[in-house]
């Protein structure tokens, strides 16, 4: 894939990569870096980026329809560095296996973002007494390019969509936005499954009840309630919508499969950990299968919703071969299971520990 060097295509249509942990070792992910995840098909670039529209509709007193040049002007900038993951992030884990893409840890990245507060558009919208949920829409066409239908369409709780966090952006890492990633505007609403995040926005459609576009209701986003039997059918009426995202730590330095020499007894090891709407408390590590483990140090963010870096000198008792574990916990003392719990048909939600090897002499 042009300008991705070093992910892995794990769907070529629609196109979907992931980045190995050791290529998220920047603070800031570099848009080259940035994992990719499309539901449909590429729109066609505008020429006139600064004539697209995004129309504010629905349960609002005013209803706008908004220039990416009337953004710029008429509200304040603002650049943040946002975690977006992808709600099958860890997937691959679950067994049996679950339908969809099999992402392992990489479906997740944390660029910088440029553009206005979603908020600051929804204040000036008014919204009336009546809105209670949104419904996003992007301007993909769908794989099949037969039908009308948006490719996918999601929406979130009122309370979540005036989030101080969330943006309308038209910039990564203080480049317009790629094609690939939404060019020329997007949300990004971080904490939840990024499916929320439309890439190429052109409405957000404030509704008096629950969002039914493509991709909500039925299995999608949805995790059991009561914990159900892996491999059987769902009781839809035991799904819920998957909202914050659980806590995760990956380690991005070393690589897995790295080699020391013989007599290494300290190895420096680098990652991140992050938890959906909640701050993360710590980060362990363990070299010994969970049975003891060392405390990371763990850098503040730098605003809400960004991920939190960490650092580890690991000491090693002896030469051979090991197993490293990395495990998060977050603020509410949530940590991350050794397996994927709830099993759910599409795999939402799985957040078991990340581990690599080491081998010393
Ligand atoms: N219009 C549109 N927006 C979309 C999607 C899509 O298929 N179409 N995919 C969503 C999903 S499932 C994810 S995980 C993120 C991925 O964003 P990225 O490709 O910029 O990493 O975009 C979201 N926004
Ligand atoms: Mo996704």
């Not at 050791?22 to 590429?42: I, K, Q, Y």
């Not at 977006?84 to 992402?103: D, H, L, M, T, Y």
């Not at 990652?271 to 701050?279: E, F, L, P, S």
């Not at 870096?309 to 574990?325: K, N």
Request: proline share 8%; net charge positive.
């Amino acid at each position: 894939m042009r300008g991705k060097a070093g992910l892995l295509v794990i769907g070529d249509r629609p196109l979907v990569a992931e980045t190995p942990e050791s290529l998220l070792d920047d603070d800031t992910t570099p848009t080259a870096r940035f994992f990719v995840r499309n539901n449909g098909l590429l729109p066609e670039r505008t020429r006139r980026p600064e004539q697209w529209k995004v129309a504010i509709d629905g349960e609002v007193e005013q209803p706008l329809s908004l220039s990416l040049a009337e953004l710029k002007a008429n509200f304040k900038p603002v650049t943040r560095r946002l975690l977006i993951e992808c709600g099958g992030n860890g997937r691959a884990f679950f067994s049996p296996r679950a339908k969809g893409v099999q992402w392992t840890h990489g479906g997740a990245g944390c660029p910088e973002w440029t553009g206005v507060r979603l908020a600051d558009v929804l204040k000036a919208a008014r919204l009336k007494p009546s809105a209670v949920f949104s419904g996003h829409y992007g301007a993909d066409p769908r794989i099949s390019g037969s039908s009308k239908k948006p490719t996918m369409s999601r929406g979130v709780p009122i309370k979540k969509l005036l989030d101080d966090s969330n943006m309308i952006a038209w910039a990564i890492n203080g480049e317009p936005l790629p094609l690939l990633h939404g060019f020329p505007l997007r949300l990004v609403i971080p904490g939840w499954p990024a499916s929320i995040s439309t890439k190429w926005l052109t409405r957000i459609w404030i509704r008096d009840r629950y969002h039914d576009g493509p991709g909500m209701g039925g299995e999608n986003y949805r995790v059991p309630v009561k914990p159900m039997q892996p491999g059987a059918p769902a009781d839809l009426a035991n799904l819920v919508d998957l909202e914050s995202m659980p806590v995760r730590s990956i380690i991005t330095r070393p690589a897995d499969t790295a080699r020391f020499a013989a007599g290494t007894r300290a190895i420096d090891l680098r990652g991140a950990a992050w938890a959906g709407d909640h701050r993360v408390a710590h980060v362990d590590l363990s070299i010994d299968g969970g049975a003891t483990w060392r405390q990371a140090d763990l850098a503040t963010p730098k605003n809400p919703h960004d991920w939190q870096r960490w650092t580890a000198r690991l000491q090693f008792p002896s030469d051979g071969y090991f197993e490293i574990m990395a495990r998060a916990t977050d603020e509410r003392g949530v940590s991350q299971p050794y397996a994927v719990t709830r099993w759910n048909p599409h795999g939402y939600g799985g957040n078991s520990m990340h581990r690599i090897t080491v081998s010393i002499g």
